[in-house]
């Protein structure tokens, strides 16, 4: 068997399409494919975004580690330049609750008929040119302040990767118990 | 009343059943194909098909950015339209399809007027995905897929994010 499909194969192909719907799918039932849940998130009264993420990393996260162990998977780590990265989630947080919807929700709400999730495409579309057009003068001085490299927290905190999970899973634990239990509207 | 709703039709599923369930997609998107699950990458290249169209395609030829992020079609453009089949899909089964032009919590805040929720949403999306480019990723990319490596520029991105929406939410809503 030749796993992994390369990304440009046929049986590369029908994987993202078919990930991409479970995806779609888990997203919208999920409820984070609407505006109140993710505003409520960050105004703290509806922790369901929480939830979710925290169970995807914690599954997703110790599976890939045990695959990676066996020799199964690859990591890929975006480098850590921190002048860009804290910078650019900064713009990202705002930009998050201004519109409702993160990238991904976001085509989930155009694809559910949220007319405002529509327009707010339009000013991703927007957004994105507007950034390759700043992208050649900030590359070779801002995209590089801070550079850590392709970096995990195991290696950079000498803390051993059975121990970010078990304190991850701890935290996650009390979280999911003691957050509030409240939906937002539909 | 929900018992007898089968899941089929349920208009939200439980939030760790589907946390888990993004965290086994994880598992097989790394298996398969050894990429991580990512989408703002792909909507800034729609960005470049775009520019393609209405500045020519010398335009995006010579800049930097799209070098590196050639707008074309494949893996991820399938993994775009995928969510979004997947969304339709999943809304029409619960019927939550809706031509929502002003959400409720922001009617509350801001009124009925949907030209101010377009402008707050086209400035909100405009804004996302300029910090999701400067950033190399979003909540996808960074959020799940590098938190889940125990990247340290996934947890950044993460904590980052997070504590500028708290602020930024706070500073929008706080009155009532």
């Known amino acids: 068997m030749g796993l992994p499909f390369s990304t440009s194969s046929t049986a590369g192909l029908v994987v993202a399409a078919l990930v991409g719907v479970v995806f779609g799918v888990l997203l919208h039932r999920g409820g984070v494919g609407n505006y109140n849940v993710i505003v409520n998130q960050f105004r703290l009264k509806d922790f369901t975004v929480l939830r979710i993420m925290f169970t995807a990393i914690i599954v997703g996260g110790v599976g890939i580690a045990l695959f990676h162990k066996a020799g199964l998977a690859a990591f890929h780590i975006k480098p850590a330049v921190l002048a860009p990265v804290i910078t650019g989630a900064l713009i990202f947080g705002v930009g998050m609750v201004l519109l409702g919807y993160c990238p991904g929700t976001g085509v989930v709400a155009v694809a559910t008929g949220r007319i405002h999730a529509m327009v707010g495409f339009l000013g991703m579309l927007a957004g994105g040119i507007a950034y390759a057009f700043t992208f050649p003068a900030i590359q070779d001085g801002f995209m590089k302040i801070g550079d850590f490299g392709k970096v995990r927290l195991p290696e950079i905190t000498g803390i051993p990767e059975v121990a970010w999970w078990a304190g991850l899973a701890v935290i996650a634990g009390i979280l999911f118990v003691f957050l509030p239990k409240t939906r937002s509207p539909e | ?176």
């Open chain 2, 1 to 176: 009343m929900s018992e007898k709703t089968s899941w089929i039709r349920q208009k939200r599923w439980n939030p760790y059943l589907v946390g888990a369930g993004i965290g086994i997609l994880s598992w097989l998107v790394f298996l398969l194909v050894d990429k991580p699950l990512g989408m703002s990458t792909e909507v800034s290249k729609w960005s470049g098909a775009v520019t393609c169209v209405a500045g020519g395609s010398e335009t995006v030829a010579e800049n930097a950015y799209w070098k590196d992020h050639t707008p074309k079609f494949g893996y991820s453009t399938l993994l775009l339209l995928g969510t979004a089949v997947g969304a339709f899909v999943s809304a029409l089964a619960s019927r939550d399809l809706k031509a929502e032009a002003v959400p409720s919590v922001w009617a509350e805040h801001f009124g009925r007027s949907p030209w101010k929720r377009f402008l707050g949403a086209f400035l909100g999306g405009f804004i996302l995905i300029f910090g999701a480019r400067m950033a190399g990723g979003c909540t996808s990319g960074h959020g799940i897929s590098g938190s889940l490596q125990l990247a340290l520029s996934g947890w950044v991105f993460f904590l980052t994010m997070f504590a500028s929406g708290l602020l930024t939410a706070w500073l929008m809503f706080r009155k009532r």
